[in-house]
């Protein structure tokens, strides 16, 4: 059975400071990767996707980067984090069959 | 432009009712509409989902009915209990190979009150 986990479970940060967050799936071989976000009450936004290793697709511009450095793994950046990126972060990954599936999520609080 | 819009935003049941929420979008090549729902504090989970072969998919307590002409959906809830208390994302996406373009609706939040 396939697994998605993320992390970190939750970051508390201040405006300013980098961000890191990432994903990792594993029992699937070159899923279709996924980065969500939701304000708190919100819905979910696509961020980025990946088809394959190296190659990430930019859906919106909020001042973050994605990477895409092993066929497993997805990780979220940013070198300035801004108050309006507060919220939910959701990977996602997609078995190409079109259902989407979503980890637990990473609470980002920016103060 | 919205791809999916819902209604209502909130929904307020007793236990024991149907609760109905709707959904409707705009591009007609969408071919893939799964319902996610979302309890407070936990990540989206898959409940239940159709093609357009099909105008009705149910799933014990759930059902969705797609009206592919109209171009919207409902998802009905017989039977609603407390633990149904959740937010609601219709979604839809096009291609079943490949890279699909998930659109998610703004939510319909139901509460089922005892």
């Known amino acids: 059975a396939q697994t998605i986990h993320q992390w970190p479970v939750a970051e508390i940060k201040a405006v300013g400071s980098p961000l890191s967050l990432g994903c990792t799936i594993k029992?699937?071989?070159?899923?279709?990767l996924y980065w969500y976000w939701q304000a708190t009450g919100g819905t979910l936004q696509q961020l980025f996707y990946s088809i394959t290793v190296g190659q990430v697709e930019s859906v919106v511009q909020l001042n973050l980067s994605a990477s895409r450095p092993k066929d497993d793994q997805f990780i979220l950046s940013t070198e300035k984090l801004l108050l309006s990126h507060s919220g939910f972060y959701l990977c996602?990954?997609?078995?190409?069959?079109?259902?989407?599936?979503f980890g637990e999520g990473s609470k980002l609080t920016v103060l | 432009q919205q791809q999916v819009r819902q209604s209502p935003q909130s929904l307020t049941v007793w236990e024991g009712e149907t609760a109905i929420l709707n959904c409707s979008y705009e591009d007609s090549t969408f071919d893939y509409f799964p319902w996610y729902w979302q309890f407070p504090r936990e990540s989206p989970a898959l409940l239940i989902a159709?093609?357009?072969?099909?105008n009705k998919k149910e799933d014990g307590r759930f059902t969705i009915f797609f009206n592919k002409r109209e171009k919207k959906l409902s998802l009905h809830i017989t039977d609603s209990q407390p633990g149904d208390s959740a937010t609601y994302f219709c979604a839809a996406s096009a291609g079943n190979t490949g890279y699909q373009n998930f659109y998610f609706g703004k939510g319909t939040s139901l509460t089922v009150i005892p």
């Open positions: 159709i093609r357009p072969v099909s």
């Open positions: 996602a990954w997609s078995p190409n069959t079109g259902q989407l599936y």
């Open positions: 029992g699937k071989s070159s899923p279709n």
